[in-house]
């Protein structure tokens, strides 16, 4: 069973328009991350989310949105898609605490917006 | 503020010799150290930590690592390196006690095993 789950796979677009990647995790874990990896494989955090509450928010545009309707579930949309936001996005989790503190990640959502 | 250095953008190995990836970092506290793989096309997958305790740390498929404090190094290594090793390696670090911190990761290094 997939620990970390993110849909679409792949993600082409048009400029300008909104899209949303989904994540879930069967982990029980109490904390989310999106991470962005670009073209340059460089890896770097937007949003946690603990226990559904918006933790961490790297200045990254307000056109990202993070949506946690529950623990277990971190949606990501993005308004008004620019060229720049081509790159794979990865959603991850951890449970905070009790020397654990590993992050799980998805597969990764590869975004290119033409 | 937390940062990661891998000073190897790619490391080439020939099959059967050790290899070593390298990762020195910064914190103002103490770290949580980790490594991660990530295969082409893939997420990355979680290899080994260092939290406390024995600074040699074992992860999966025979890597481990060494926590050096003195040098901030958290340096990968494996005796014998296989074919199927090849991929893209990221050090990462969070600050201890970590309070729902994010991981910072080095840019990455690729490692070549050459048959």
């Known amino acids: 069973d997939t620990a970390v789950s993110q849909t679409p796979k792949y993600l082409v677009t048009q400029m300008g328009n909104d899209k949303s990647i989904k994540c879930e995790q069967n982990?029980?874990?109490?904390?989310m991350y999106w991470y962005k990896q670009d073209s340059k494989k460089f890896l770097k955090i937007m949003f946690s989310y603990n226990n559904k509450e918006l933790i961490i928010n790297e200045t990254v545009p307000n056109r990202f949105s993070p949506k946690s309707p529950d623990k277990a579930h971190l949606n990501l949309h993005i308004n008004s898609l620019e060229l720049g936001d081509s790159a794979v996005y990865f959603c991850a989790s951890s449970q905070e605490g009790q020397s654990q503190e590993t992050q799980y990640f998805g597969p990764g959502t590869r975004l290119l917006v033409l | 503020a937390q940062s990661v250095a891998q000073p190897e953008d790619q490391v080439n190995v020939a099959e059967g010799n050790p290899l070593t990836v390298k990762c020195t970092y910064s914190?103002?506290?103490?770290?949580?150290l980790f490594w991660y793989v990530q295969y082409p096309n893939r997420g990355l997958q979680f290899l080994l930590k260092?939290?406390?305790?024995?600074?040699l740390v074992k992860g999966s498929y025979g890597f481990e690592a060494e926590f050096n404090k003195s040098q901030t190094s958290f340096h990968l290594k494996k005796p014998s390196a296989l074919v199927s090793d090849s991929a893209l390696y990221f050090c990462?670090?969070?600050?201890?006690?970590?309070?729902?911190?994010?991981?910072?990761f080095g840019k990455g290094t690729r490692l070549s095993v050459i048959a």
């Open positions: 914190v103002s506290g103490n770290p949580y």
């Open positions: 260092y939290i406390t305790g024995d600074n």
């Open positions: 982990l029980g874990h109490d904390t």
């Open positions: 990462a670090v969070r600050l201890s006690p970590s309070g729902n911190t994010p991981l910072v």
